[in-house]
């Protein structure tokens, strides 16, 4: 069993930077793809960013682009989420996933993911 846990989220003002961390337990980490999700209070979960097993190739939301970098480590198991310029709004929920299967490929679908962090709030203050 896969066990994906987040941490780093809380309380920011708007402009300012969090990174959000997700360690994976086992070793075939660094044979996945990963993502990372957004959900707000009342509305569907959405994509934010994926990353290939390798580094080499990642894919973000239109909303995110240009603020939000997706990494990992594969030494520690470890993905992260570094968010700058962050935008005032409703606390959000987010939660990293692991896909399934051994694609090479980013994917923006949740139907591709097989493992789910328990989500880590999120929070920018106007």
């Known amino acids: 069993q896969v066990q994906l846990v987040e941490s780093g989220g809380g309380l920011v003002q708007a402009g300012g930077s969090l990174r959000l961390s997700c360690t994976a337990s086992?070793?075939?980490?660094?044979?996945?793809?990963m993502g990372w999700f957004r959900q707000a209070p009342g509305k569907e979960r959405e994509f934010v960013a994926s990353?290939?097993?390798?580094?080499?190739?990642?894919f973000y939301a239109d909303t995110v682009k240009g603020r939000f970098t997706i990494s990992r480590d594969n030494a520690k198991n470890t993905v992260y989420l570094q968010m700058n310029s962050l935008k005032p709004g409703v606390p959000a929920g987010y939660y990293c996933?692991?896909?399934?299967?051994?694609?090479?490929?980013?994917?923006?679908?949740?139907?591709?993911?097989?493992?789910w962090g328990q989500g880590n709030q999120v929070t920018v203050s106007s």
């Open positions: 996933a692991r896909r399934a299967g051994r694609s090479t490929v980013v994917a923006v679908l949740e139907c591709y993911y097989d493992y």
């Open positions: 086992g070793r075939t980490f660094s044979s996945y793809v």
């Open positions: 990353i290939s097993w390798s580094g080499d190739s990642t």
